[in-house]
């Protein structure tokens, strides 16, 4: 399975500021997704990232508030912009494994809007 | 109605005591399924998957699925307190690369020494 890490780690942050998540991967793969995991409730897919490609968002989440980057095969970074409280949650990268129907995890970002 | 349906727990169970953890979904077109599993502070690790209805069994776990009762089964023998962990069930429509991931809610195990 590829090792995916994710920067940085945790992160506490003022209402209105933006952070920009990063995660990189240990191999090439073409597709990227980014996750959110808000306490009791399931992960919840906000974005697929392919690269070359601008990301397809899930609804409920658009652009202009989770800004997605994915430079090349093995990098992106997700972006919350204009921070609320509501945005306290954690962050995770995922990729596709090489069996289609799995997806590995990385660490994940937990970032608290205070 | 959600999509996968997952009993959050907590469920707590002594050293060595078989452990049976259930989702439910609803959507019909799901036909692969996965069980993850999360230790506190890490990103979830793939455990199982398996395609369509059937058991699939690695060492201590048996994921089982029955496609005519939308019923995911994960059981775990002779569990460990290091099988302490949330356990998140998914489903997949098909095995396309787009096709996203739906997670239950997720069930907290506690494994008492």
């Known amino acids: 399975s590829a090792v995916i890490s994710q920067k940085p780690s945790r992160d506490i942050c003022q209402r209105g500021t933006s952070l920009t998540i990063q995660c990189q991967v240990d191999s090439q793969v073409t597709m990227m997704f980014w996750y959110r995991q808000q306490p009791g409730q399931s992960l919840t897919l906000i974005a697929t990232a392919n690269q070359g490609s601008e990301a397809t968002y899930e609804s409920g989440f658009v652009i202009d508030k989770f800004p997605i980057s994915r430079p090349n095969l093995t990098f992106s970074t997700l972006t919350v912009s204009n921070m609320s409280p509501e945005d306290s949650s954690i962050y995770l990268c995922?990729?596709?494994?090489?069996?289609?129907?799995?997806?590995?995890f990385g660490p994940g970002t937990r970032l608290l809007v205070l | 109605q959600k999509e996968v349906e997952q009993d959050p727990g907590p469920l707590s169970v002594p050293e060595g005591a078989i452990v049976s953890l259930n989702c439910t979904y609803s959507n019909s077109a799901f036909q692969y399924f996965m069980w993850y599993r999360q230790y506190s502070r890490k990103g979830p690790e793939l455990l199982m998957y398996?395609?369509?209805?059937g058991n699939k069994e690695d060492g201590r776990f048996t994921a089982q699925v029955d496609k005519s009762s939308k019923y995911i089964s994960l059981f775990i023998r002779d569990s460990q307190p290091s099988d302490s962990a949330t356990y998140l069930c998914?489903?997949?429509?098909?095995?396309?690369?787009?096709?996203?991931?739906?997670f239950g809610t997720g069930t907290r195990l506690t494994i008492i020494p």
């Open positions: 998914a489903t997949r429509r098909g095995n396309f690369g787009n096709e996203k991931l739906t």
């Open positions: 398996t395609y369509s209805s």
């Open positions: 995922s990729v596709e494994g090489t069996r289609q129907e799995t997806q590995y």
